[in-house]
């Protein structure tokens, strides 16, 4: 079993440059399922979750060929089968398989979803928005089986809360299907948008609202095209922290002053600083942190991913920090880890926010109160997700001493050469097997 051995107390310095964003490649590669032409992807990370919506879309009847180390190229001349079974990884990726089946052959069949054990994925939105469209759909104790015989047609859908998975699977429904197709209360995550400029270029006709809709006027027929994959915002922010939780200065090539904004006025707010360029965001510790109020949130709020390594930079902050989260209910089960390792940490079932939100009541741990500054010592730590393993990473740079991470498959499945990039800007930090 390969784990992670960290020497944390290395101020970090130097360069890293960002791969392409996990959560925008695996959504493009499955809309080029809606395609019998050419669309090839730039940009494209080679890490896990890359690989397994590869193995998704040719288990269906997609050429996936790599033409370099980044760009990847697709075509799905025939669906050589609907049912995507027999995968080496269950993923909730699947799901948006659906759709494009659909659209393509007239059924689907489908898993059911696995992923990070962080809270609910509700499959039913996506589903809702399917049946609305004209999908029959059975649920069965293996997955999950979807006719359209006589195709998808427009209709209204008002989501009752703005998924990003369930926005995507209704904008790959409406694209194809037959007629006008409005979504409200849509989500607006910069990814989402990527994939409605991709299937701009292959011929659909989307428009954005204001307000959080999106409007979709279905065609007969989308081509291929070229597209390159953004940037990725979560590992923006997860450098970032470990820049300032290691008292270091790294510059993160590639960041985008849009997809940041939330996150750099969170920066500045505990005492960090930042610097805008042209081709990327450098990140300084100065003087120290200092605690602040926080709630995550769909965009433009604070992404519920980069929450975690904040957290763990929020250990460091002089005073109280109190982060609400109101997107996942189960996202603070790593900071037992992060308590073993020295942080003050308690958990609150109410909100302490400055809103109630969905989870009032509930019963659900999803508020946190950080006091700080408390220094955190190394420790031998298993992964249980990506996010909470980015978060031990950042605590394992922080900790002066030796950490040990196990189950850093998960770290692979969302971070492209963690390790190469970590060590190309100083820190000490090698696979090991044990």
């Not at 809606?34 to 288990?59: A, F, K, Y």
């Amino acid at each position: 079993m390969d784990a992670f051995r960290i020497e944390g107390g290395v101020p970090l310095h130097g360069e890293v440059v960002l791969s392409g964003a996990k959560n925008a490649a695996s959504k493009l590669m499955v809309a080029s399922l809606l395609t019998d032409e050419p669309v090839t992807l730039g940009n494209v990370p080679r890490q896990h979750e890359t690989g397994i919506t590869r193995e998704i879309i040719t288990s269906i009847g997609a050429q996936a060929q790599w033409d370099d180390a980044h760009t990847l190229r697709l075509q799905t001349k025939d669906i050589r089968r609907t049912s995507v079974e027999g995968l080496s990884r269950k993923n909730r990726l699947s799901v948006l398989a659906i759709a494009p089946l659909l659209h393509r052959a007239g059924e689907a069949f489908v898993p059911r979803v696995g992923g990070d054990a962080i809270g609910a994925r509700p499959v039913n939105f996506h589903l809702g928005a399917l049946e609305a469209m004209g999908a029959v759909i059975e649920e069965t104790p293996e997955g999950y089986r979807a006719v359209a015989a006589k195709g998808l047609r427009g209709a209204l859908i008002d989501l009752p809360y703005p998924s990003v998975g369930a926005t995507e699977t209704a904008i790959l429904a409406g694209s194809l299907a037959q007629g006008r197709t409005v979504i409200r209360n849509a989500a607006g995550e910069p990814e989402v948008k990527q994939l409605i400029m991709m299937l701009q270029k292959m011929g659909a006709v989307i428009q954005v609202n204001a307000g959080r809709g999106i409007e979709i006027v279905g065609v007969e027929k989308l081509s291929g095209c070229h597209m390159r994959v953004m940037p990725d915002r979560i590992e923006a922010a997860s450098y970032a922290c470990m820049a300032l939780g290691s008292r270091g200065e790294v510059f993160v090539k590639g960041a985008q002053h849009e997809h940041m904004i939330t996150f750099l006025n969170t920066v500045r707010k505990i005492g960090g600083e930042y610097d805008v360029q042209a081709d990327g965001i450098a990140f300084r510790a100065v003087n120290g942190f200092r605690g602040i109020e926080l709630e995550t949130d769909t965009h433009p709020g604070f992404m519920t991913d980069w929450q975690q390594p904040l957290v763990v930079l929020l250990t460091q902050a002089k005073g109280t920090s109190v982060v609400h989260e109101t997107v996942y209910e189960e996202r603070f089960g790593y900071t037992e880890t992060l308590k073993r390792m020295g942080a003050d940490v308690s958990l609150f079932s109410n909100c302490l926010g400055e809103t109630d939100c969905r989870f009032k009541g509930r019963n659900y741990r999803h508020c946190a109160v950080i006091q700080g500054p408390r220094e955190l010592s190394p420790a031998e730590v298993a992964v249980p997700d990506i996010r909470a393993g980015l978060a031990f990473v950042v605590a394992a740079l922080v900790a002066k001493g030796t950490s040990t991470l196990t189950g850093i498959e998960h770290l692979d499945r969302g971070y492209e050469r963690l390790e190469e990039k970590l060590r190309g800007i100083g820190a000490d930090i090698e696979r090991v097997k044990v």
